[in-house]
């Protein structure tokens, strides 16, 4: 007990006596993090949860480093009958002509540069030529390439138009050099979108974009608007909260400014770190303030209390940081050590979180701990107006009305925790999983609603990626190979979540078509004789655009099929992967052909599966933690199984309310049990911290230890709970529909928490009052949190 209390008496005199030096300090530390908010980095592509090291990894890498980088297409379409009046359609062509020119645009496929390839008998070859002119036209000659595209070209179907011809759409190939990079971003925001916006405005229409570079853009802006949302949302919620609890404008002020700096040293580490903000580091922020504020209120509720008791201010201030340290710096430990299982993941984006937020939680904790000790010794002592909350009615009746549950109720409290436990269990079994890339964004903003329109349109804008390896140079224009392709690609048509695929087996039909004149009838593969004869008219052809080029590799080793996917479930992509690799095992003899599917839809399904497999070890570990955590306190194994339940009930509670409400486990909201269950922990050991004192002063009589420790922390867990609460809300106020859930979740799960803490808990202790009083808990180590008799024995 000595060494402690001499230890956390040290802390408070070197605290208390070097006030202006800690100012110094913190004020040097908060500038030179401050400088470190120009290196912040928002990510510019989707999260990849997997390890570098995972072969599904390694398959996109490879692909990537082949056929480059697969995500650099925007589309624009217009759904407009009158699309061929001469006045809509030119103006289509100055606005294509306009992006063409753009030097971030590797190429276009649009109506103004729609070419056929013609058959030159006397030169023996294929040149390729315009359909339309559009430097030099007639209104007529619009009507006839109308006729032209729709009814005669149909290498342009679901390219350039949709299969009924309603919907015109371009295709716009972004440099891939830009794609993840912030010129993306400027080119995007600085020059696509007015433009577009120019055009609808002129115009009365309304154009559709879409493709993986512009939905990236978007919805990172979103994120960066967020935080900024979420940030002042937070610090207002939360000052209003802690008003009206302590009703004092300078406890407000003095924790607002002290969750202020937590947030500066937030954005500062992630500076320093180098880190990109993402969905999940873009949450750390509002985290810190959510999490910052009940250390305030633990420290400024037990330094208001001692005022009250004796009235020496001095005195307060160290018995605050003598009584509450301890048991803060424990509490604190144990919500860094929640997030920091997340760094022995393998996942890049997991371990980045886990180290900022358990850095950022530590930090918080330290201000915490300094300022407001240092704060209140510059201010006058709290007047009784200040103190006056310690002595609400309705926080007496609240306390009264556990205390009555407690005493007489305990049957029912077990009946209605089983039943709870129960009905979580049978929730668990109704969750399911989604691995969807474009799950979370925001549902309501006019992209997503773009999204939608081409799914219905062109089915779907997500890419999927299939990679033939003939295994030998040559073999990807064999015509055995391009005849497997073809079989391939009739079954993915079939498939009709999928959109028609795109392969070099277009271009070798579109070949064959001009070989006979131009014939839409002749769009097929040709056949053993008939390539002989193409063949000798292929040596002059060149693909100007290089939009086959992109599907076969310098070597002509390797054919990419690309497919597009429409919004839909995770277990029907599953699905879809299963059946797409029965019929491509069963076209491809594996000894001749290595296929492989990749692209970032299945890459970020299987982040998904590996991140809940990553949740279930991250959150044993966390367990484990607060199991040793519990064992130094008490050195009882019952001791720990009861400081577990309260805890692990509400995450089954809310794994349940997931299950029956349909909200599926996806990488937001995988995060709600390892943060929930890690601040939830912190009312169990503030509860248990004061109960082992009671029992050292009452000579081990557990229901009398119980009860006063029920009332002594039932104030402050009550305050800290309504705070992490609505704090937790603040998210639900989001566009994205992960940040909602989790918002809401943990909201849930630390209210559950707080009643089992300060109910259920209490009842356990009082049932087993004959077991768990033994010699090991007297023999248990001693913390730092002591009675005024103790300390006055000391």
């Keep these: 007990m000595r060494r402690k209390n001499n230890f956390w008496g040290t802390v408070a005199n070197l605290i208390l006596r070097n006030r202006f030096l800690i100012i110094g300090a913190i004020v040097l530390v908060t500038l030179f993090l401050s400088s470190q908010w120009q290196y912040m980095r928002f990510t510019f592509t989707e ?9 599904e990894n390694i398959q996109y890498d490879s692909f990537v480093k082949t ?27 100055v606005l294509n002509r306009k992006i063409d020119s753009f030097q971030e645009v590797d190429f276009t496929l649009s109506t103004n540069n729609v070419q056929e390839l013609v058959k030159d008998e006397k030169l023996k070859s294929f040149v390729l030529k315009s359909v339309f002119d559009i430097e030099d036209y007639e209104l007529s000659d619009i009507e006839k390439f109308k006729q032209k595209l729709l009814l005669e070209l149909p290498f342009y179907k679901n390219i350039l138009y949709d299969s009924d011809g309603q919907t015109i759409q371009s295709a716009i190939y972004l440099d891939k050099n830009i794609v993840n990079t912030i010129q993306r971003k400027d080119f995007i925001f600085k020059t696509f979108i007015p433009l577009i916006n120019t055009f609808e405005k002129d115009t009365g229409l309304d154009v559709k974009i879409s493709g993986m570079p512009y939905i990236r853009t978007l919805n990172a802006q979103n994120i960066v608007d967020e935080i900024g949302v979420f940030v002042l949302s937070a610090m207002l919620l939360t000052s209003l909260i802690f008003f009206l609890f302590f009703r004092s404008f300078r406890a407000t002020f003095i924790s607002m400014f002290v969750v202020m700096i937590g947030v500066m040293w937030a954005f500062g580490i992630l500076g320093l770190l180098r880190y990109e903000i993402t969905i999940l580091t873009a949450l750390i922020p509002p985290l810190i303030i959510v999490i910052g504020v009940p250390n305030c209120i633990f420290l400024i509720n037990k330094y208001q209390q001692e005022v009250a008791k004796h009235g020496n201010m001095v005195k307060s201030l160290q018995r605050v ?7 803060t710096l424990m509490t604190n430990l144990t919500t860094a050590s929640g997030f920091a299982t997340f760094i ?4 890049k984006v997991l371990k980045e979180f886990g180290i900022v937020a358990s850095i950022n939680i530590i930090a918080i904790f330290l201000l915490s701990l300094l300022i407001i000790p240092i704060a209140y010794s510059f201010m006058s002592q709290p007047s009784k107006k200040h103190l006056k909350h310690l002595n609400s009615l309705y926080l007496k009746r609240f306390v009264k009305w556990m205390e009555d549950r407690v005493k007489h109720n305990r049957i029912n409290v077990y009946i209605i925790s089983i039943f709870s436990l129960v009905m ?13 890339i474009i799950e979370d964004m925001p549902k309501k903003s006019e992209f997503f609603k773009d999204i939608l ?27 055995s190979t391009l005849k497997r392709i073809d079989k391939l690609e009739q079954y993915i048509e079939d498939i009709p979540e999928l959109s028609t695929p795109i392969s070099s087996v277009s271009g070798v039909k579109f070949i064959k078509q001009a070989y006979y004149n131009g014939n839409p009838n002749y769009y097929k593969l040709p056949t053993s004789q008939e390539n002989s004869f193409i063949a000798s008219y292929l040596k002059n052809v060149e693909d100007s655009k290089g939009l086959m080029q992109n599907y076969v590799d310098s070597t002509a080793q390797f054919n990419r099929v690309t497919t597009f996917m429409k919004d839909i479930p995770t277990d029907r992509i599953e699905e879809i992967e299963d059946d797409l690799l029965k019929e491509i095992n069963r076209i491809f003899p594996p000894e001749r052909y290595h296929v492989k599917l990749t692209g970032k839809t299945l890459l970020y399904l299987k982040g998904t599966h590996y991140l809940i497999r990553n949740l279930i070890i991250s959150l044993s570990l966390a367990i484990l933690l607060i199991a040793v955590f519990m064992a130094y306190m008490f050195r009882s194994f019952k001791m720990i199984v009861i400081s577990l339940i309260p805890n692990l009930l509400p995450l089954i509670i809310t794994a349940g309310v997931m299950g029956f409400s349909g909200i599926p486990l996806k990488p937001s909201t995988i995060l709600v049990f390892s943060i929930a269950f890690g601040i939830s922990v912190d009312d169990t050991i503030h509860f248990l911290a004061k109960y082992r004192q009671e029992l050292i002063a009452n000579k081990w009589k557990i229901k009398t230890s119980v009860y006063i420790a029920l009332r002594e922390t039932a104030v402050s867990m009550f305050y800290t709970s309504i705070v992490l609460f609505f704090g937790f809300a603040v998210f639900m106020s989001s566009n994205f529909g992960g940040t909602v859930a989790l918002g809401g979740l943990v909201s849930v799960t630390l209210l559950f928490a707080m009643l089992a803490n300060l109910i259920l808990l209490p009842s356990l202790l009082i049932s087993l009052e004959d077991t768990v009083s033994n010699e090991k808990v007297i023999k248990a180590p001693k913390i730092n949190i002591i009675s005024d008799e103790d300390r006055k024995k000391s």
């Design 47 to 55: 999260a990849n949860l997997l390890p570098s090291t995972h072969p």
């Design 67 to 93: 056929f480059g980088e697969e995500g650099n297409l925007i589309v624009i379409a217009l759904k407009e009958e009158q699309f061929f009046e001469p006045k809509i359609f030119e103006k289509w062509i």
């Design 321 to 327: 940081i003598m009584k509450i340290g301890n048991a």
């Design 344 to 347: 022995l993941t393998d996942s």
């Design 424 to 436: 979580g269990v049978i929730g668990i079994y109704q969750i399911n999983i989604s691995g969807s």
């Design 453 to 479: 329109f081409f799914d219905a349109e062109f089915n779907g804008i997500v890419p999927i990626e299939i990679i033939v390896d003939s295994r030998r140079k040559g073999g990807a224009t064999r015509l």
